[in-house]
């Protein structure tokens, strides 16, 4: 019988450019040493033998990003670094964790190395789908200038479990490696809000009434307000669970050592109401349609006036040449809702951490640690985090470096937004193996209250969802 893990998780302290903390303790700071960090290498002198496994071939499968573009332009120097050839491929996030799901479930080894978050790693390292990478981390199989204890502790820590149901992460094997990490922010077009005399939002207040303000502002299929809207849990860990967070909701609480989901409760009711009100009046005329992609896109092209998703959504369409609006954003906070009783000390962003994971079924386990060292180095990182808008980088040297602080400089807003709402970011979600399942049906769920009338209240449609959240997880027992 499968158990829920009670998650604890410790989001990072950056010094000098973020702090990041837990619901209930403080993070560590940027300069300490993970707890039972990995040893240095073996090889702590001498040259690395990069050639080591030259002529070995892999096979990698990403989620289309920014993180995993500037892999892919970095793969013919891998190659000509190691010899090792990658058979690498793409695809769009919604189609991508369907695909890695049968090609996982199936055990035959198809794949070496793919993207995961810490919410899937869950359910893939319960299943015996990740190799542990302390059977690399600390051997003569890593190079001495990889240095481990140079990932923010709060964000390595997450991608570590010891699958003990009811612990914590942050001890235990280590399951995948950050290629990123990401709070959830407004970010706006300032032209299109001054032309049209909009303040920028501050509350759910304010960002509610801007956002119908600004529907059809520049003519049919103009809108306010970007967020997403497909049938899956991409839907609910962006911006919708970062303002239930905010509204003092959760999913689920601990009773009688079972899961109980608490999406009908007061709060929980009360911030769907406002988010259906939101999307139905501010949102995008295709909304259930849309994914980050889509977000992005249409903010990028002058078509939606602001965004609520991930902050480097709206920081790369800001890139000078990567769309038709760049240079106008500016980036906000977590509205909050002052009518919840609310101030801007409440506000939650869910965290997400974009990893690359090592498939347990590999054949070519040695050369697939290649690829990942050499895609998580500081080296590689720090291009990454300047040139390629990969701003949310997971290296502490990174971040404190002129170059990094340098190349976010004149992003109006980003480095205020992202410091702040980094203090109080994390993951809100209970870590539980059925956590697709319930957040599927939760964007269902989502989609029925804007799109048809199948429901006669808010409520009535949350009571329906708490029955079929507690029943997904019915059979889960909780220590």
């Avoid at 059809?216 to 306010?224: H, I, L, R």
């Avoid at 800001?318 to 801007?344: D, H, L």
Wanted: charged letters at 20%; hydrophobic letters at 40%.
């Amino acid at each position: 019988m499968r158990k829920v893990l009670a998650l604890t998780m410790v989001a990072a302290m950056v010094a000098g450019m973020l702090t990041g903390c837990s619901s209930s303790a403080p993070a560590p700071a940027a300069d300490a040493a993970p707890a039972a960090a990995p040893a240095a290498s073996a090889e702590a002198s001498g040259d690395f033998d990069w050639k080591r496994f030259d002529g070995e071939e892999i096979t990698v499968l990403f989620s289309e990003h920014t993180y995993s573009d500037a892999v892919e332009e970095k793969l013919n120097e891998f190659t000509e670094k190691t010899g090792i050839k990658v058979n690498y491929s793409s695809m769009p996030e919604g189609n991508y964790f369907e695909k890695l799901n049968v090609e996982l479930s199936s055990h035959s080894g198809s794949i070496d190395v793919f993207m995961t978050g810490a919410y899937q790693s869950w359910e893939y390292a319960t299943a015996g789908n990740l190799e542990p990478l302390e059977n690399f981390i600390g051997t003569d199989l890593t190079s001495p200038d990889w240095n481990y204890d140079d990932f923010i502790p709060g964000v390595i820590d997450a991608l570590k479990w010891d699958l003990v149901p009811g612990h914590p992460v942050g001890s235990g094997s280590q399951w995948a490696l950050p290629m990123g990490w990401e709070v959830n922010i407004l970010t706006y077009n300032k032209k299109i809000l001054e032309a049209n005399n909009i303040e920028p939002p501050k509350t759910a207040e304010d960002l509610l009434e801007a956002s119908k303000a600004l529907k059809e502002f520049d003519g049919s299929g103009t809108y306010g307000l970007a967020v997403r809207g497909l049938p899956d849990w991409g839907t609910i860990h962006p911006a919708y669970m970062s303002l239930y967070s905010t509204w003092g909701a959760k999913d689920f609480e601990i009773e009688d050592g079972k899961l109980v989901s608490k999406v009908n409760s007061p709060e929980a009711v009360a911030m769907t109401e406002y988010w259906v009100d939101l999307v139905k009046n501010g949102g995008a005329p295709q909304w259930a349609t849309y994914g980050w992609e889509m977000c992005g896109a249409d903010l990028g092209a002058g078509k939606a006036a602001m965004m609520w998703d991930a902050d480097r959504g709206g920081y790369t369409q800001n890139t000078p040449g990567s769309s038709a609006e760049a240079g106008n954003m500016a980036f906000g906070m977590v509205p909050y809702p002052e009518s919840a009783g609310k101030t801007e000390a409440d506000m939650r962003s869910n965290l997400w951490v974009w990893s690359m994971a090592m498939n347990a079924d590999s054949a070519k386990k040695e050369a697939a640690w290649y690829f990942m060292q050499y895609f998580t180095s500081p080296e590689y990182m720090l291009w990454a985090g300047v040139e390629k808008a990969c701003t949310d980088t997971p290296r502490t040297s990174v971040l404190e470096s002129e170059e990094y602080k340098n190349s976010v400089a004149d992003a109006e807003g980003y480095y205020d937004a992202f410091a702040t709402v980094s203090k109080t970011a994390s993951i809100f979600f209970t870590a539980q193996p059925y956590f697709t399942e319930t957040t599927t049906e939760w964007a269902k769920t989502l989609q029925d209250l804007v799109t048809t009338d199948k429901y006669a209240s808010v409520q009535d449609a949350m009571d329906e969802l708490k029955a079929t959240m507690d029943e997904l997880v019915s059979d889960l027992e909780v220590e």
